[in-house]
């Protein structure tokens, strides 16, 4: 069993960034994927990225370029680095965790609580 804690989000201004972090729980972390998924009010939950286990990182193309998903198999905690944030991307954001994740939130066994990030103009 994996428990996921999200922080790091919060407000911030047109053009600005944050980092978010995952921590994770159990003693096998490094051998899952883990990714980011994002919910928008009225919208359905979203792929942001994910890492796999062996390190290789996935995107989605709109978001490739400001975004950058990084994990420390030491610390048990997976990141999320947003630059040049915009009002598109307020969401709250969902930390997951699967032996073999993918694009569908349906593939994700572990879900964490979420973080709120709010970018305002």
């Known amino acids: 069993h994996v428990v996921l804690v999200e922080s790091g989000g919060g407000l911030v201004q047109v053009g600005g960034f944050l980092r978010l972090s995952c921590a994770a729980s159990?003693?096998?972390?490094?051998?899952?994927?883990m990714g980011w998924f994002r919910q928008a009010p009225g919208k359905e939950r979203e792929f942001v990225a994910y890492i796999s286990w062996s390190g290789v990182q996935y995107y989605v193309e709109t978001m490739k370029g400001r975004f950058t998903i990084s994990r420390n198999d030491t610390e048990n905690t997976v990141y999320l680095q947003m630059n040049d944030l915009t009002p598109e991307d307020t969401a709250i954001y969902y930390c997951t965790a699967d032996r073999d994740g993918g694009y569908r939130p349906i593939l994700w066994d572990y879900w964490g609580q979420g973080t709120q990030v709010t970018v305002s103009l």
């Open positions: 159990g003693r096998t972390f490094s051998r899952y994927d």
